[in-house]
């Protein structure tokens, strides 16, 4: 039912749907550039793929979790489920998972319509990587959701917050100085990740990205559970 919900919310499901039409796009009207030399590395797949990835998974991932949310507070089907047997911790493990299994679907298909293979990839890393950043934004969303009383004020909230995190490709790109700062956002990590995996040595795990990955999946979740404790999830 909840698959229903969120494929029947056209302002909720378009997000992903975007992402993957905007990379298609991208890689056809992009040069196919592959510099790897002088301490700079840029693919053209790499730029793409990041891209697609942080659309996806900040905007969509995002949306997911605080419009629906919003919209049954909103028409109060919320507080009608929250009086019969179904508490608030049941109905956020049910809505966690839906759109954690769109965003990984679409997260996949991103790998062939970014232009790279499924050979190129280390899709142990890949889908540890996005699934974890998938959560985190699930997380975040949610927050967003607590705190919006309907679907516009969810949006608002909503919209500095996706703003900063899908201009992390651009702003490290343009902004190498800035960019050291970006490297310890998950959708830094994300970037670096696409980045690497067309260099010679590929990706390679370490000590900061997983610091990065654990301490924002532990503060988003912390927030999470204090708003939570805080508003309820109908409040």
Not at 32 to 44: H, L
Not at 62 to 77: C, D, F, R, V
Not at 112 to 127: E, H, K, W
Not at 156 to 182: A, H, R, Y
Request: aromatic content about 12%; overall charge neutral.
């Amino acid at each position: 039912m909840k698959f229903q919900t969120l494929l029947s919310n056209t302002s909720v499901i378009l997000a992903p749907i975007l992402a993957l039409g905007f990379v298609f796009i991208m890689k056809r009207i992009m040069p196919d550039v592959n510099v790897n030399e002088a301490g700079m590395n840029f693919s053209t797949s790499g730029f793409v793929l990041s891209f697609g990835l942080i659309f996806n998974i900040a905007i969509a991932g995002i949306s997911m979790s605080s419009s629906p949310l919003a919209e049954e507070k909103e028409k109060n089907t919320l507080r009608v489920l929250m009086t019969s047997s179904v508490n608030g911790l049941e109905y956020l493990i049910g809505t966690l998972i839906p759109p954690l299994i769109i965003l990984i679907v679409v997260n996949i298909m991103m790998i062939p319509v970014s232009g790279a293979s499924f050979a190129d990839i280390q899709l142990g890393s890949y889908l540890v990587i996005s699934t974890v950043a998938s959560v985190i934004s699930l997380l975040i969303g949610y927050v967003v959701g607590i705190f919006s009383k309907n679907q516009t004020q969810a949006s608002l909230i909503g919209m500095p917050i996706t703003l900063i995190l899908t201009s992390v490709p651009v702003l490290k790109f343009l902004q190498e100085d800035f960019g050291q700062f970006l490297n310890y956002t998950y959708t830094g990590v994300l970037t670096n990740y696409s980045n690497s995996i067309f260099t010679e040595s590929g990706y390679q795990w370490n000590v900061t990205d997983s610091a990065v990955l654990f301490s924002w999946l532990l503060v988003s979740t912390i927030v999470f559970v204090y708003a939570y404790k805080k508003n309820g999830i109908d409040g």
